[in-house]
């Protein structure tokens, strides 16, 4: 089986401390398994450039470039447009594939809801003008984040590390959008996420790690790695009814596809 891991971030400092060799290690043992496609998410300028020096290096990897919720507060309102021109020139690069991750979360930044729905709102609109996908993060955010991307028909894209309700994966995917799961669907009390799972057509299911975090039972409270992808994947398989092999070979076409890869 090959893996097509759609989320992570490996430009986090936790590879290279908590990793026996560090970040390249981590990359080469997953890909040593079966992993034969990374995306990497930029959170700001910064890490979003890291994901594209990464994606230079390793064939097999892709990046995004985009402003996450939580970044955006170490941002000065008066540098915001500066950042976002950054990312727009960032995603100009041919192996960036998606403006993310974007989106709102109202877990760590309850009181900046209006300033988060301004900058995601703004990154939608430069991912239509760039004719690019979006990467959605929604934290304790799912209403406002359903209805902002709603007003950009245009765009579509993978809800990330999907925590909402069955019924909401159902009008997203009715509205072109992809669903993607993490670790936490294989946790035992993730009833939700199954849920969610099981009405997502075999065709707009995707799976990541969102390495370091958010590590797959047998390995929760462990750093995660695109190693662990598998464990995952057959908790997908579980849910949807697939064949751990269907379920692979199912999100390598669908990120593919999304992605616009080859």
Same mark, same amino acid.
């Given at each position: 089986?090959?893996?097509?891991?759609?989320?992570?971030?490996?430009?986090?400092?936790?590879?290279?401390?908590?990793?026996?060799?560090?970040?390249?290690?981590?990359?080469?043992?997953?890909?040593?398994?079966?992993? @034969?496609?990374? =995306?990497?998410?930029?959170?700001? $300028?910064?890490?979003? &450039?890291?994901?594209? #020096? !990464?994606?230079?290096?390793?064939?097999?990897?892709?990046?995004?470039?985009?402003?996450?919720?939580?970044?955006?507060?170490?941002?000065?309102?008066?540098?915001?447009?500066?950042?976002?021109?950054?990312?727009?020139?960032?995603?100009?690069?041919?192996?960036?594939?998606?403006?993310? @991750?974007?989106? =709102?979360?109202?877990?760590?930044? $309850?009181?900046?809801? &209006?300033?988060?729905? #301004? !900058?995601?709102?703004?990154?939608?609109?430069?991912?239509?003008?760039?004719?690019?996908?979006?990467?959605?993060?929604?934290?304790?955010?799912?209403?406002?984040?359903?209805?902002?991307?709603?007003?950009?028909?245009?765009?579509?894209?993978?809800?990330?590390?999907?925590?909402?309700?069955?019924?909401?994966?159902?009008?997203?995917?009715?509205?072109?959008?992809?669903?993607?799961?993490?670790?936490?669907?294989?946790?035992?009390?993730?009833?939700?996420?199954?849920?969610?799972?099981?009405?997502?057509?075999?065709?707009?299911?995707?799976?990541?790690?969102?390495?370091?975090?958010?590590?797959?039972?047998?390995?929760?409270?462990?750093?995660?790695?695109?190693?662990?992808?598998?464990?995952?994947?057959?908790?997908?398989?579980?849910?949807?009814?697939?064949?751990?092999?269907?379920?692979?070979?199912?999100?390598?076409?669908?990120?593919?596809?999304?992605?616009?890869?080859?």
């Amino acid at each position: 089986m090959r893996y097509f891991d759609s989320h992570s971030h490996y430009n986090d400092e936790r590879f290279e401390e908590e990793y026996p060799g560090g970040m390249a290690q981590a990359i080469t043992d997953a890909h040593a398994i079966g992993v @034969e496609a990374i =995306l990497n998410a930029g959170t700001n $300028p910064e890490s979003s &450039a890291a994901s594209v #020096a !990464l994606a230079e290096k390793y064939p097999f990897f892709y990046a995004s470039a985009g402003i996450h919720p939580s970044d955006s507060m170490r941002i000065a309102d008066a540098d915001i447009p500066a950042a976002l021109d950054a990312v727009r020139r960032i995603a100009a690069h041919e192996k960036c594939v998606a403006i993310g @991750e974007i989106g =709102l979360d109202y877990h760590w930044d $309850p009181d900046g809801k &209006a300033r988060q729905s #301004a !900058l995601f709102d703004a990154q939608l609109s430069m991912a239509e003008e760039l004719h690019l996908p979006v990467i959605i993060h929604d934290r304790d955010a799912h209403g406002d984040c359903f209805d902002i991307v709603r007003a950009h028909p245009n765009v579509l894209g993978v809800f990330h590390s999907f925590s909402g309700s069955a019924e909401m994966a159902r009008q997203l995917v009715q509205m072109g959008w992809y669903i993607s799961f993490s670790g936490p669907i294989t946790y035992k009390n993730a009833h939700k996420v199954r849920e969610a799972a099981a009405v997502v057509p075999h065709d707009r299911i995707l799976t990541e790690t969102d390495a370091p975090y958010l590590p797959p039972v047998p390995h929760r409270g462990e750093l995660n790695y695109s190693g662990y992808l598998p464990f995952t994947l057959h908790a997908i398989a579980e849910a949807t009814g697939m064949s751990d092999e269907e379920a692979a070979q199912r999100t390598w076409e669908n990120a593919c596809r999304l992605f616009r890869l080859n």
